[in-house]
Structures are given as C-alpha cells and as structure tokens.
C-alpha cells in the first residue's frame, strides 16, 4: 500500500513566477486535500476534491492559486506570480469520502521564494 | 476565538510519565476529531481519532473526548524520548460529511530521558 505521494519535495523559485505541485493520493481514496503551513502553525486548509469535483475553497485563497484533479486521480495546485508570503510547506493529503474518515498526508512540497 | 486551541508548549516530561495533551474547540457541532504527531521538518503523522464521548485507547495513547465540554485529549503513557514532537489537534467541523479539517497551532513535547 503506497502513501500519499509529493512531487517535488522542494521548491525554491524566484518571487513573480509560477509554481505547479502535484499530489498523487493513496489509490482507493476518492478524496483529495491540499493544506499549507508555515513555520510555528497548523496546518491551514486551502481546498479539496472528491472524485474530480472542487468541493470547497478556502476564503484564504486567493485568485493566484488554482487546483485540479481532471480524472479524479492525482492532483495539481498551481500558484501564480509567487509572493514572499507563499513560502510555505504544502500538503496534500488522501481520504476516503467521509468527514469521519482520517485523512493521510504525504510528506509535502517546501517552497521558497528569493 | 481561535476554532481549534492548543497551548503551544512545550510541555516536558520525564522519560516513563504520562503526557497530557489538551484541546478545545469552539463549533458545538463538530463530529470527529483527530490527533497528528508530527516531527520537525517532517510531515502529520496520523495518530488517533475519536467520534464519540468517553475514552479510546490504542497502545500507549488513550484519546478522550466531551463534546458538552467542547474539549478533546490525548494521554500517552509510559513517555519516550522518540515521543518528543508537535502534536496536532484537528477538528472536521459542521456536518458530518466535510472534508474540512481545522488544525490547532500543536503542542511540542519533549521527553526527557
């Protein structure tokens, strides 16, 4: 039984420019989760899917940030034009399609902006 | 209000106490409740979880929830150093069907041998 798989597990990037992270979950898990934290936090929820559907957003996002799951497998989060404020460890993590389900997470994408 | 508090810590323990994590959380209806270890530079590592009143045990963790107290905790017993980490406590609020989960800052334990 594979985990919750990351790609890539670091990032560092120049502020201004566009950054794609993928996810690829644990195979039977329909849902999907990407979360962010910072040095010091929690994990914050950014958005997850169930199957191909985008089922919630957090308010937190802005318009630079943009997630896929096109067929239901694995997933992408985008960010565009990155600002300092985005270096952040983001996460990704699988479940089955219940709230009472507990949710796995892979070991996540570091991101630094110069 | 924060949703989901933790005292951050740390809190520290001699090697072979037990450990008393403490949570509180602020939406009543909440319905499952979860607890991470997570060590440094490492990512949440599922530890627990609990959907209803009373007490769970797995091991050396018990996880304890009252929902009229709004209150959950995770007790390890017999403490090690390898123990040592941020624990995190995560709450799926609302309906019972939402992937949402809001996460407390964590709790750092240290184990001291």
């Known amino acids: 039984d594979t985990g919750v798989s990351q790609d890539p597990r670091h990032k560092i990037t120049k502020r201004g420019q566009n950054v794609t992270f993928r996810c690829d979950p644990i195979?039977?898990?329909?849902?999907l989760y990407w979360y962010r934290q910072t040095l010091g936090q929690g994990p914050e929820f950014l958005t997850y899917?169930?199957?191909?559907?985008?089922?919630?957003k957090s308010r937190l996002l802005s318009d630079r940030f943009s997630a896929e799951r096109p067929k239901g497998s694995f997933s992408t989060l985008e960010i565009q034009r990155t600002e300092q404020g985005d270096s952040a460890m983001y996460l990704c993590?699988?479940?089955?399609?219940?709230?009472?389900?507990?949710?796995?997470f892979g070991d996540g994408t570091r991101l630094s902006i110069l | 209000q924060k949703e989901v508090e933790q005292n951050s810590g740390p809190l520290s323990v001699p090697e072979g106490a037990i450990a008393s994590l403490n949570c509180t959380y602020s939406?009543?209806?909440?319905?499952?409740f979860f607890w991470y270890r997570q060590y440094s530079g490492k990512s949440p590592e599922l530890i627990m979880f609990?959907?209803?009143?009373g007490d769970k045990e797995d091991g050396r963790f018990t996880a304890q929830l009252n929902k009229a107290s709004q209150y959950v905790s995770l007790l390890i017993r017999d403490s090690q150093p390898s123990d040592s980490a941020t624990y995190l406590c995560?709450?799926?609020?609302?309906?019972?069907?939402?992937?949402?989960?809001?996460f407390g800052q964590g709790t750092t334990l240290q184990v001291k041998p």
């Open positions: 993590a699988s479940s089955l399609a219940s709230g009472y389900q507990p949710q796995h």
């Open positions: 195979s039977e898990h329909n849902r």
């Open positions: 899917f169930q199957n191909e559907a985008q089922l919630e």
């Open positions: 939406d009543r209806g909440s319905q499952s």
């Open positions: 609990i959907y209803s009143n």
């Open positions: 995560a709450v799926n609020t609302g309906s019972s069907n939402t992937g949402k989960l809001i």
